[in-house]
């Protein structure tokens, strides 16, 4: 059964560098989605992408975030200039147009803890 | 605005019992759609089901029910014959707007179920 990828599985980095966490979303999905979730709290949505571009962000995605579809598999997530705030789990998801409910599907995530 | 709430932060049920893990929602706009996810203790987020708005019919997925209820705007996750492998967070999510689009899901603060055997 097809699934959404995540690499890496964890990552440690300190504050104040970049990073870039990638997904590979199912084949034939056309949204894909960034989320996080802090340490025992609630999935808090980040951007939502289609047709190359942003459709929604949320106040949480500041100018520090930016997403990217660099090639017909990949979509990466990037932090400028990480805070320690930005710990957390950070998942992709990805859901196909025109089916019911459009699902989204989610990635196993990355655990990002920033140091 | 949108809004998920789970009043329960905690459940422990016994193995082989019915459980229900309940679920409200605040929204103005008609159409929206009503998801349930499964968090075991790896992390990871599982698809359970999907229930949309104009569905006349409670959704069904194996073990998995959903008791939509419209007008109390409350969608309970109903889970038969629990098993201990279903011992996870439980996460409601609502998705507002017509099916199609890239449109954010809203989660509830979740439910941690626990089986004892």
């Known amino acids: 059964e097809p699934e959404v990828t995540q690499t890496p599985s964890h990552q440690v980095t300190q504050m104040g560098q970049e990073v870039i966490l990638r997904c590979v979303p199912i084949?034939?999905?056309?949204?894909f989605y960034w989320y996080r979730q802090i340490l025992g709290q609630k999935v808090e949505f980040l951007v939502s992408?289609?047709?190359?571009?942003?459709?929604?962000k949320s106040e949480i995605f500041d100018d520090q975030f930016s997403v990217e579809r660099p090639d017909g598999s990949n979509f990466t997530l990037k932090i400028r200039s990480t805070k320690l705030e930005d710990s957390a789990m950070y998942f992709c998801?990805?859901?196909?147009?025109?089916?019911?409910?459009?699902?989204?599907?989610f990635g196993p995530g990355t655990r990002l803890l920033v140091l | 605005a949108q809004k998920i709430t789970q009043t329960q932060p905690g459940m422990f049920v016994q193995e082989k019992e019915a459980v229900t893990l309940d679920c409200t929602y605040d929204?103005?706009?008609?159409?929206?759609?009503l998801f349930w996810y499964k968090q075991p203790s790896s992390g990871e987020m599982i698809f359970l089901i999907y229930?949309?708005?104009?569905?006349?019919q409670n959704a069904t997925e194996g073990r998995y029910s959903l008791n939509f209820q419209k007008a109390r705007k409350s969608a309970n996750l109903v889970i038969s014959a629990s098993q201990l492998g279903d011992s996870a967070m439980y996460f409601c999510?609502?998705?507002?707007?017509?099916?199609?689009?890239?449109?954010?899901?809203?989660f509830g603060q979740g439910t941690r179920l626990t089986i004892n055997p």
């Open positions: 998801a990805s859901s196909q147009p025109w089916t019911v409910g459009e699902t989204q599907y």
């Open positions: 084949s034939n999905h056309l949204y």
């Open positions: 992408f289609y047709n190359n571009e942003i459709s929604e």
């Open positions: 929204t103005s706009d008609p159409s929206y759609g």
């Open positions: 229930q949309g708005s104009y569905d006349q």
């Open positions: 999510a609502m998705r507002e707007g017509r099916d199609q689009g890239a449109q954010k899901l809203v």
